[in-house]
């Protein structure tokens, strides 16, 4: 099971970044997909998910109105669009696997990528 990450890197307040994460070695579609980001010093959040069938989605509210988690099964593809970053944004964001969007137990993870935003 691999999950990669790519689409990170140094962005100026304001601007957009487009996360992605490509899945192999399991069923993709049978999952439900997060974006986890975590800051120097503070615990790892959940920010955004996704179901594997429906397309159902959660967002944190911290992420509400400016990112936005989709999927392409075809490509076995998770994606974070991130619009309007903040400086508080800044973090390493991990793509991760889970049965459910609610399941409390998370399957796979990806060895994260680095989102700095600042100016």
């Known amino acids: 099971v691999q999950l990669v990450e790519s689409g990170g890197g140094l962005v100026q307040p304001g601007g957009s970044l487009r996360l992605s994460c490509a899945a192999s070695g399991f069923t993709f579609s049978s999952y439900a997909m997060r974006w986890y980001r975590q800051a120097p010093g503070k615990e790892r959040e959940l920010v955004a998910g996704?179901?594997?069938?429906?397309?159902?989605?959660y967002h944190a509210e911290s992420a509400k109105g400016r990112f936005t988690i989709f999927r392409d099964n075809a490509k076995n593809t998770v994606y974070l669009q991130m619009n309007s970053l903040k400086p508080e944004d800044t973090a390493v964001y991990y793509c991760a696997a889970a049965k459910t969007l609610v399941s409390t137990i998370t399957d796979y993870w990806g060895q994260g990528t680095q989102v700095t935003v600042s100016s």
């Open positions: 996704i179901n594997g069938d429906t397309g159902s989605t």
